[in-house]
């Protein structure tokens, strides 16, 4: 079962543009932009998009974009954007105590299954529905394939929610700062990020159950009362 989010904990709304600067990708962590998540901008032969990624749902993912907005364009006046369509979506992080529904095997974000601290959840969907297959043929347990595969770094990452959200702005200068040394240093970046990913189950002993419930708090909404699902 691939049906997707069932409950948002995390809001997206986005906005198109056309413009004549070059090619450029940035991220905002701001609390006040981007509450619990985070702002971004790409720009990609003359397409841009900014859009505000949020994990609170006392904020409005509309407000939070303008204010993106506004915030990419005084940190890049040479962008002068054209805007066009808009868009949103929701997101749904925190793992189920069963990754069944009857007889079907949930994947995907149907089953909570993405990387919980920036919403990325192409690979987990893809990779737990090429595990559920697997299963399905050779009669292996699901949860036992999705152990050894994914959760341990699915657990890492709703720790890592959890760190982010009670310390966002202190914790995103820390971070962005570290990053940019091992980048400097090592002129590559992406270890570190992938050492912030390392399974590590002592963190999860220590702050997992708080962090699951942080997203149960906070999350649990539909979606719907914000029109996130379709163009606005
Ligand atoms: C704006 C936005 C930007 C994102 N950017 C990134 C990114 O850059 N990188 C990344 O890794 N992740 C990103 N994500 C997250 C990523 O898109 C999702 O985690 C991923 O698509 C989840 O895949 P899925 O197959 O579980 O669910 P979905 O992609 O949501 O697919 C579920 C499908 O099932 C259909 N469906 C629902 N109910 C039924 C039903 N009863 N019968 C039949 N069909 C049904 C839905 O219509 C939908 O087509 C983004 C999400 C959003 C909202």
Redesign the pocket.
Known sequence: M????RQATGY?S?VFFRTQAPDRAAILLNRSVAPGGYAYLVVVNGEGMI?A?ILERAHDPHAQRALAVEAFEALYPDLAPSYGKS?????QFGLPGSFRSGRGLL?????G???ALW????????E??RLAAQALLSGERYELALERALLPAARTSLVNRWLYQRGQDALSRALVRAWSIEQALRDDGLPYLRRLYAPDPIRWRLFGRRAQRLLADDGGGDGSRLRLGAQD
């Open positions: 691939a049906t997707g989010p997206v986005a859009a990624t868009f949103g979506g929701i997101g994947v995907g974000e149907a089953a299954l993405q990387d919403g990325f959840g192409i690979r987990y969907a893809m737990s529905g």
